[in-house]
């Protein structure tokens, strides 16, 4: 059995986040997650939306996290080596009654902190983003919002924290923790961990997690949200994040794009009872398209390339960030929802402080890495760069996927920092993310995959057991 | 940058017929680009009989026709071909850059003859509802799957899509020792050839779905049913036909889109419904001496009218040379 | 019985009434040429195919060749002529054209190459 100080049970973006925090501090991490790479639950349905922290009540964990997280994660993103885009968001009103909101939303959102908020005119909205459709009287223009790629940011925390000491095991589900007071004995599949404080990150799943030490005193309703991706080429579609007036459940049909260029569209806000219920709908398609249209009239459906599904962790109105006093050690990072991408680094700390409260010795390390090693792509660099790149490593001129111009030396470097499934060769390059879906490249990235992780061809998954893309090898099998 | 008189950007059966064209209408520095390690493109996966009953009047297996290509190529030392090489880039005054292992090459033909073929639509483009588990291929993927690298997709397949790339895999999965339990059509009559109905489909007693789509796929891993559904006159579903039928892979081949984002990139004008550039004559685009010929002008059914058209390109690409001297 | 089918021999796709009685066809009308004719009676009393497949190699720079039949072979014998392809490793290089097999499956057609393999 190993004995750690802290225990974090998820990998996704809040996990890994307060995984990086901690490995500044002399204390032994290990961080469970049951899915076959990190973020694969929740964190990878996300939009990438770097939130300014409008549309939150002051007063809110929501609100504060997300204020403080925005500016945490532009510093982190220079540390930590990730493409921060900072777009600006619009929040736009098409009638007078969604104007008066708006000035509403400002005040909230001063109060909150929220930097450089300002009112802006339909003149102002021509001028700026011409596509707007031209039925929307005025905006609430907040220039800190910024997009980032969140599955990319979760790898990003995870390695930093790797190369700082921390311990991260995949395809390691906890399926019972019992309270041996002091600490905890986590049981899996794959061994026993014990530790003295344990963090539930644990996304969709927090409730359940929570259960196991008897604490249910919230529920995890999960919340689909069907998202649509336009192609590339109408990467020019918009200028800012475009926003609705929010809703109770949600902050509505938004016009955004992906930080790797792709326009998209959506979410939906649909509570549904499956916490694997990742289906697209047709009903979804229209919703969204219809939203869309409202603010960018000059969207068709011909342009969609892809869409997905993600379910938002939804519990109760606010982020469940505390101390269980009952279970002493036991600290439960429940429900987060939007804005939780935003606010991760702000929650890392916030739990950093939850621990020193609860009296775990937290000394800073002598030697903290506070980079990471720099890596490239080619789909993200001027041509002119990318021929040093190839005189240094000739592998960067080996181009395995078209659509996103992704060569073997950065598949072959995707798997070396922990890529073990084509989901995760896919969320770390684009390979496969691309117009043609991995027609053109998959042949390659299962080749890559078997040399490097000397699995057999049949044994490459999508995304772990149960996955594998080929059934047989006809002529090795 | 090196200066070349003719580029040819494709090295399948389009790209090679266009510089062999061009070569023997009197162009003597002529480069082909291509971005495999062999030259055939997509029918060196075509295993299946079914060319050159036009153009050699004999009936032939893909890397046959295309073997009768490569040899002619072979034979024409001043043709030089590179293989291994993705153009990335192509400006308007026909720059072209590409990246081979080791070095990004940049090369200004007087010339450009683009023979990029064509990617097939996925099953996102056609909004097909549910899940994105494991098991869902295009057709072209599950044959270079099988054909290439000996791998075998699945065991129980449906197809989606009844064009002749559907039917052909049908027939392939089939003789694989896989079983393949329907081809779902949404349009009244299939899209592909008779011979192929006979020879892929009756043969092997693979039931077809006319006026069908498919309405769902289930599965969280791995792909574990579909569920089709039938449509009427006005492709609005009809109740209560709903029908489920179990399989762990689906092959989506529904159509081809011609690959044009290069020459798009450069400007030409584009015909946004096709993706292939308008042209007020065959293989000629908004930029002269920018020619695009095969399967990335026009789907064509038979490779026999990719050789046809892709010989007039190189003939053009001649012409063009010759008169701006 | 007539049987009504379609002649696939070339691209103009004559429609035949086939006359079939007991197993054998007795007059085949609708055909343009004698080959419709000939289709017809195949078809209706050995259907013949001409089998395409690949085949593993053994240290060459392919993982598969593919291959065809010479000539056609009885429809009946498809699966017989997948599985047998299976057991076939071939080691040494060809050209397109080139023999794998002589007298496949006994039936008196060659196995070819359709790719060449180094």
Redesign the interface.
Known sequence: MSKYDIVIIGGGVVGTAIARELSRYKVKVVLLEKEAELAFGVSKSNSGIIHPGTQHSPGTLKGKLCVQGNALTRKLAKELFIDFKKVGELIVAFTGEERTRLEQLKKDGDACGVPSLKMVTKAWLKKNEPNLSGEALAALYAPTAGIISPYRWVYDFAENAISNGVEIRTETKAEKIVITNPGFEIITPKGNFSAKYVINAAGLYADEIARMVGINDFKICPRKGEEFLLDK?RENLTRHLLFPLPSKTSKGILVTRTSDGNPMIGPTAEDVQDR?D?????A??KKVLEGAKKMVPSIN??D?????AGLRPASGDDFIIRHEDKVPGFINVAGIQSPGLTAAPAIALMVTGLLKQAGLNMKKKLFFHKYRKKEYHLFSMP?AK??KL??KD??????VC?CE?V?AKEVREAIARGARTMDGVKFRTRAQAG??????C??RL??ILAEETKLP??GI????????????????G | MVKRDLVVVGGGPAGMAAAISAYENGVKDILLIERDLYLGGILNQCIHTGFGLDYFKELLTGPEYADRFIKKIRSLPDIDISTRSFVVNLKKDKTVTYLKPGAMCVVRPKALIMATGCRERTREMVHIPGTRPAGIFSAGLAQRLINIDGLLPGKEVVIIGSGDIGLIMARRFTLQGAKVKAIVEIQKQTRGLVRNVVQCVEDFGIPMYFNHKVSKIHGKDRVEKISIVQIDDNMKDVSGTEVEIGCDTVLVSVGLIPENELIEMAGVDMDKRTNSPISKEVNKTSIPGLFVCGNSFKVYDYVDSVTADSELAGKLAAQYLRKTK | MIRKMICIECPKGCSLSVDIEGCKVKTVTGNKCPRGAAYAIAENEEPMRIFTATVATKGLNLKLIPVRTNKPIPKKDLFLAADETRKIRVEKPLKAGDTVTDNFLGLNVKLLATREVA
């Open positions: 080429k694997e990742l289906s697209t709908t047709e979804g398609l459906e011909n969609i390339i892809a869409y997905f041509l990318s021929k190839i005189k000739a592998s960067y001129g080996d181009i078209r111009m060569s117009r043609c879906h991995g027609s053109f998959t042949s299962m080749k061809s049949t998954t999508k995304r772990g057991h149960g996955s594998e893309i080929v059934k047989e090898d006809r002529i090795n």
